[in-house]
């Protein structure tokens, strides 16, 4: 199987809310669908839920919105956040990219490489945890397994350095020049 071959592999998303009475309860208990292709064959993203306000609002009620079906680029709304899961496989094209954003990241299964500015290297494996804040970076997998990680992106006041993706654009849309 060639990586334009290989499609994500679902991911079960439960989410809880309330009815009408207040009453917690499961809204949501199925594979989550808003999953979209990279511009890199064979990577994947799905947006599990995201925010659009800090404090953001979680209205009660069998009718709210299913924030994980937006469509979004690679940024969260402006004072918002963005929950994705996202899978790299092997031998894929990494892309240096930066963005706005503090994120929080977690290595689910498999390990991968994180090229930072000068050739600077950060090997991450299953459990690693990482927070980065507005850096240029590209993911390489140069394991033999897929890996997929959990990233959760928070808007973040605009660094101004460098050339970040622009709000609404997708990583790997421009290619800005490493430093």
Not at 84 to 106: F, K, L, Q, S
Not at 133 to 162: Q, S
Request: with cysteine.
């Amino acid at each position: 199987m060639t990586a334009s071959d290989r499609k994500m592999t679902p991911i079960r998303r439960i989410v809880t809310g309330h009815d009408d009475k207040g009453s917690a309860k499961v809204v949501i208990d199925a594979d989550a669908a808003n999953t979209r292709p990279s511009p890199t064959p064979g990577q994947y993203t799905t947006l599990m839920w995201c925010t659009d306000c800090m404090p953001c609002d979680m209205p009660v009620g069998e009718k709210a919105e299913d924030m994980g079906a937006r469509i979004l680029g690679t940024y969260p709304p402006e004072n918002g956040t963005r929950f994705m899961i996202a899978e790299y496989p092997p031998g894929n094209i990494a892309r240096m990219h930066r963005t706005e954003t503090v994120d929080y990241i977690i290595v689910l299964d498999g390990e991968i490489d994180m090229e930072l500015d000068e050739g600077r290297i950060v090997h991450l494996k299953r459990g690693d945890v990482m927070i980065q804040r507005g850096t240029y970076h590209a993911w390489i997998n140069n394991g033999a397994e897929t890996c997929r990680m959990a990233f959760v992106l928070i808007d973040a006041k605009p660094l101004g350095i460098g050339e970040p993706v622009p709000r609404g654009g997708i990583a790997g849309d421009k290619h800005p020049p490493k430093h």
